[in-house]
């Protein structure tokens, strides 16, 4: 497997594949490899079907998860061992269309507020001030920051994209409050990792997603509350603010628009502005008798 997996490396960042998708499709690879205990030069198209199964039937992985283990798999047969790759034999599951869980701005209030630690919250407010990925926001430099056009660079983002978002005041003052709080100042990444945080390296996307959780619990929020919750929220509550579809997608990095609308089915602008048709009957307040 090892000279599969160099040779698969190489494929992929020839083509300049982002880092989170060369180390995610590799361990796809190594993973379908494992299951059946056979290099995966071995494995064939009835391979693939049984594994497809499995990842529906036994781990129970959502219908996008199991596209991007396919995804990974075509890679490798096309790409690596330039192997032919039917669809019909292994086509994409069916993708079902989920509305994302909006916090309200109370709830927001609440999730920040309920951060365990200050540095917790600060990515917190950084998530929901800018609709940043969690991936996008572990890799923030310092040098993204321009408090002189009050932008935050982007770089690097999905799809080797590099965009500019807005950078709030209050934002800013937290930013610099918590510059002053880090005991070693660090030289190009603005959420250093380890415990202390003074590693010459950035903090891993398991950290965001943890500040998200704690802070959720803390703060007694029932709903499912991860790092993209608050991208969702970012968007919604422009949206509400009355900000523009195309230039809420811009600030977002969506390529297609159609991605964007779907925060026109979660406003709650939008919701209230058109009343049930319960409310046009008139219904007398006497309760029916019972037999």
Not at 106 to 134: C, K, N, P, W
Not at 140 to 162: P, T
Request: hydrophobic letters at 35%; proline letters at 4%.
């Amino acid at each position: 497997m090892t000279h599969l997996r160099k040779m698969m490396l190489e494929e992929l960042q020839r083509r300049n594949y982002a880092e989170t998708t060369i180390n995610s499709y590799i361990r796809i690879v190594e993973d379908f490899s494992l299951r059946f205990q056979r290099p995966p030069d071995r494995l064939g198209p009835q391979h693939i079907r049984e594994y497809q199964a499995e990842l529906f039937k036994k781990r129970k992985l959502a219908a996008s998860t199991v596209t991007v283990y396919l995804a990974a798999l075509r890679f490798f047969y096309t790409k690596t061992l330039k192997r032919g790759w039917s669809v019909a034999e292994t086509p994409y599951p069916k993708k079902a269309e989920h509305v994302p869980s909006i916090l309200s701005r109370q709830e927001v209030q609440r999730l920040i507020a309920g951060a365990d630690s200050s540095f917790h919250r600060t990515l917190l407010m950084t998530l929901y001030a800018t609709g940043l990925r969690r991936a996008e926001l572990t890799h923030l430099k310092i040098s993204n920051v321009d408090s002189q056009r009050m932008v935050i660079h982007v770089q690097g983002g999905k799809g080797r994209k590099d965009r500019d978002v807005m950078l709030s005041p209050k934002l800013l003052k937290e930013l610099r409050e918590h510059w002053r709080r880090l005991r070693r100042k660090p030289s190009q990444w603005l959420f250093p990792g380890n415990g202390q945080h003074t590693n010459d390296r950035p903090i891993s996307t398991k950290v965001v997603w943890h500040a998200c959780r704690n802070a959720a619990k803390r703060a007694g929020i029932q709903k499912q509350v991860h790092p993209h919750t608050l991208r969702h929220c970012f968007a919604t509550h422009l949206l509400e603010q009355g900000a523009d579809l195309r230039n809420i997608q811009m600030l977002l990095g969506h390529n297609d628009l159609k991605q964007t609308t779907i925060y026109l089915h979660v406003s709650e602008l939008r919701l209230n502005s058109t009343a049930s048709p319960l409310d046009t009957l008139s219904l007398g307040s006497e309760l029916p008798q019972e037999e």
